[in-house]
Antibody, heavy 122, light 108 residues
Framework: QVQLHESGPGLVKPSETLSLTCPVS?????????WGWIRQPPGKGLEWIGS???????YYNPSLNSRVTISIDTSKNQFSLKLRSVTAADTAVYFC???????????????WGPGTLVTVSS | EIVLTQSPGTLSLSPGERATLSCRAS???????LAWYQQKPGQAPRLLIY???SRATGIPDRFSGSGSGTDFTLTVSRLEPEDFAVYYC?????????FGPGTKVDIK
């Protein structure tokens, strides 16, 4: 059973960069599939941030595109999120998750990490 | 961007009752690329339905999905105590992939 678990600082200062990693266990990300990031502000709904393929191909939500970089490290079996120039509006629980394939009909999320709360505050 | 609207916002029901949740898209979701998730407080969402009507692995058959185009429905035939949660729909037809605002099913 594939497992994901987000890790990174729980507190980031305004204007700085939020950085999270998602180590994957019980599955080699080099095998395939897309891997994604989703966030959820406290008490609110879900927002897809972006996704990456094991080859490094990425696609992002245009609403965050200019501030987001998602990367993958197959040697460490993990993928990462960087969100630049954060504000209080970026305070949220951040989830990493897996798409179950790499075709057009596979861009839902079948496995999720437990999520990590990142607060943006000075 | 495809905007998803879910109704009702809150559904108050008793265990054993039937729950019917609606998800409407601002434009047609082709090939029924619509998923449903369940989320409980402090937990990650759990995939229930994909392809509008296919149950994910391990999901009980009291959960069913239907619909096409712009109108989709999640039905829970008989609510169990563990089914009281928030339910989200998600379209994955067109990037950016978007979620609905959620329907909370609480105990009456």
């Amino acid at each position: 059973q594939v497992q994901l678990h987000e890790s990174g600082p729980g507190l980031v200062k305004p204007s700085e960069t939020l950085s999270l990693t998602c180590p994957v266990s019980a599955y080699s990300i080099n095998t395939g599939y897309y891997w994604g990031w989703i966030r959820q502000p406290p008490g609110k709904g879900l927002e897809w941030i972006g996704s990456i393929y094991h080859s490094g191909n990425t696609y992002y939500n245009p609403s965050l595109n200019s501030r987001v970089t998602i990367s993958i490290d197959t040697s460490k079996n993990q993928f990462s999120l960087k969100l630049r120039s954060v504000t209080a509006a970026d305070t949220a629980v951040y989830f990493c998750a897996r798409h179950p394939g790499n075709g057009p009909g596979d861009y839902y999320f079948d496995h999720w990490g437990p999520g990590t709360l990142v607060t943006v505050s000075s | 961007e495809i905007v998803l609207t879910q109704s009702p916002g809150t559904l108050s029901l008793s265990p054993g009752e039937r729950a019917t949740l609606s998800c409407r898209a601002s434009q047609s979701v082709s090939s029924t690329y619509l998923a449903w998730y369940q989320q409980k407080p402090g937990q990650a969402p759990r995939l229930l339905i994909y392809g509008a009507s296919s149950r994910a692995t391990g999901i009980p058959d009291r959960f069913s999905g239907s619909g096409s185009g712009t109108d989709f429905t999640l039905t829970v035939s008989r609510l169990e105590p563990e089914d009281f949660a928030v339910y989200y729909c998600q379209q994955y037809d067109t990037s950016p992939f978007t979620f609905g605002p959620g329907t909370k099913v609480d105990i009456k």
